[in-house]
């Protein structure tokens, strides 16, 4: 069964960085492509960042430059360093495989806004 448990959002000012963390309780994380996901208020789910076993990276337009993507397969771990934070990155944000598995974690809410 696979669990999912996101951590590191907060309130940030515009310019402001963060940087969430998910434990993945997944059998095959070390060959699994592992994304971070956002849904904004009204908006649907949309993937901004994913992750190789190997550690190639792939970034949504709207982030690439600003975001970094990391893993540690050892202790099944996924991060993502999030700097220049605008308003339009208000979300709640989540970790899952890509493509994503049936079960979601909570997500953990980040407010840009001064």
């Known amino acids: 069964q696979v669990q999912l448990v996101e951590s590191g959002g907060g309130l940030v000012q515009p310019g402001g960085s963060l940087r969430l963390s998910c434990a993945a309780s997944?059998?095959?994380?070390?060959?699994?492509?592992m994304g971070w996901y956002r849904q904004a208020p009204g908006m649907q789910r949309e993937l901004v960042a994913a992750?190789?076993?190997?550690?190639?990276?792939d970034y949504a337009d709207s982030v690439k430059g600003r975001f970094t993507i990391s893993r540690d397969n050892a202790k099944k771990l996924v991060y993502l360093q999030m700097n220049s934070l605008k308003s339009e990155d208000t979300a709640v944000y989540y970790c899952?495989?890509?493509?994503?598995?049936?079960?979601w974690g909570q997500g953990t809410q980040v407010t840009v806004s001064s």
């Open positions: 899952n495989g890509r493509p994503a598995f049936s079960a």
């Open positions: 997944v059998k095959i994380f070390s060959i699994t492509v």
């Open positions: 992750i190789t076993s190997g550690g190639n990276t």
